[in-house]
Each structure stands twice: as structure tokens, then as C-alpha cells.
């Protein structure tokens, strides 16, 4: 069955300091796999896209990293703001019929 | 803003009511989705839109009713909703049906009584 496992389900740091969310998936075949940010309120919004040949990608703060072998994917988050305080939602678009399997999100709550 | 805008952004509706959701999108795209997000559920895809054709519905009830009358507007009707209709309804476009980044509106939260 093709799942996308998230992991915290949430998460609370102090502003300035880093984390890192953790992404399990078992699709196949696999196409890609992309990571949004979700502001209270709002959609979702596109951070990375990695396909099966790209370890790692890069945005700005945000590091993402594929592990194809594993079927595993983390998003670190650098030297974090008040601002980074949002849901994380882990999306793996399977090959052929690209189908796109959510995962259920981490929310990461950054105080000051 | 995404380019992709939806409205109303908030809804309460009666069991018996009727009420219409709409989607915009400012893009140029061909493709659009609606999609179902509940409390601590992934999202769920229900309808996909290809050059104003439904090509997917994933067994939605028949009480969600999709029209989509052009590439840039998308409506979701609602007829007789249950209170576990309740969720965040998101509207999403991309440039095909493919595997191309999708451009997500804000949602509508709906709440059923």
C-alpha cells in the first residue's frame, strides 16, 4: 500500500535554534517527492521538489534530503523565526499515473 | 499570494442547505483539484479537472457536485452534507495533469451543523 509516514506529528522549538522532520514513504514507483509549508489558514505552499537522482536541495533556511534506497526524506530547518511556525505536509508523487500520496504533516510551533 | 484564489473562505451550512464553492485561478493553467483536509488526515484528492474535463473522482459522494466551466474557475456544489463533511476544502492548479508543481488557493473551512 503506497503511505507517506510523518514523524513528530508536532513539534515545539525556541526561536533561532535548528530541527529537522523526518519523511517515511513507501510508494512505488517512485516519481518525486516534494515538501510544502502550510500557514494556519492557508494552503499549501511548495518548498522542494527532489526526484530519485537529487540527495539533497536547498531553500533558502530549508535543506531537504532523499535517501531513495531507504525511501527516506528529512527537511531541516536552519536557525529558525516565528515565521517558520506552520505544518509541514511530506508529498511523494508516484511514477506512471503520478499520483500524488500526502503525508499527514508535522506541525512545528517556534516560540521566542 | 499562489495566484489561485477561492471563495468564501469561511462556510456554515445546514444539513439541508445548498450552498456553491469557487475557485479561481490567475495562472494560466489547465489543470485543477479539489481537494479534502480534516484534522490531522492527509489530504485527500476528490476531483481533478484536465482542459475543463473531470478526469479523476476518487468515490466521492454524490452530495459533492463538481463543475468546472473553463480552465480558470472550478466550483464544488454541496447538497446535503453530513457534519463529517466538515473540513478544510482545498482548491489546487497546475500547468497539466502531471507531475507539475500544484498551486494551492487558501481553502474554504467549511463547518456542516
Known amino acids: 500500500k503506497n503511505q507517506v509516514e510523518q514523524s513528530p506529528q508536532s513539534l515545539i522549538i525556541l526561536e533561532g535554534k535548528n530541527c529537522t522532520l523526518q519523511c517515511n514513504y513507501t510508494v512505488s514507483p517512485f516519481s518525486n517527492l516534494r515538501w510544502y509549508k502550510q500557514d494556519t489558514g492557508r494552503g499549501p505552499v511548495s518548498l522542494t521538489i527532489m526526484t530519485f537522482s537529487e540527495n539533497t536541495k536547498s531553500n533558502g533556511r530549508y535543506t531537504a534530503t532523499l535517501d531513495a534506497d531507504t525511501k527516506q526524506s528529512s527537511l531541516h530547518i536552519t536557525a529558525s523565526q516565528l515565521s517558520d511556525s506552520a505544518s509541514y505536509i511530506c508529498?511523494?508523487?508516484?511514477?506512471?499515473?503520478?499520483?500524488?500520496?500526502f503525508g499527514a504533516g508535522t506541525r512545528l510551533a517556534v516560540h521566542p | 499570494e499562489t495566484g489561485v484564489t477561492q471563495t468564501p473562505r469561511h462556510l456554515v451550512m445546514g444539513m439541508t442547505n445548498k450552498k456553491s464553492l469557487k475557485c479561481e485561478q490567475h495562472?494560466?493553467?489547465?489543470?485543477m483539484y479539489w481537494y479534502k483536509q480534516s484534522a490531522k488526515k492527509p489530504l485527500e484528492l476528490m476531483f481533478v479537472y484536465n482542459f475543463k474535463e473531470q478526469t479523476e473522482n476518487n468515490s466521492v459522494p454524490s452530495r459533492f457536485s463538481p463543475e468546472c466551466p473553463n480552465s480558470s474557475h472550478l466550483f464544488l456544489h454541496l447538497h446535503t452534507l453530513q457534519p463529517e463533511d466538515s473540513a478544510l476544502y482545498l482548491c489546487a492548479s497546475s500547468q497539466g495533469s502531471g507531475p507539475e508543481t500544484q498551486y494551492f488557493g487558501p481553502g474554504t473551512r467549511l463547518l456542516v451543523l
Open positions: 495562472l494560466g493553467h489547465n489543470a
Open positions: 508529498v511523494v508523487v508516484s511514477g506512471g499515473y503520478n499520483k500524488l500520496i
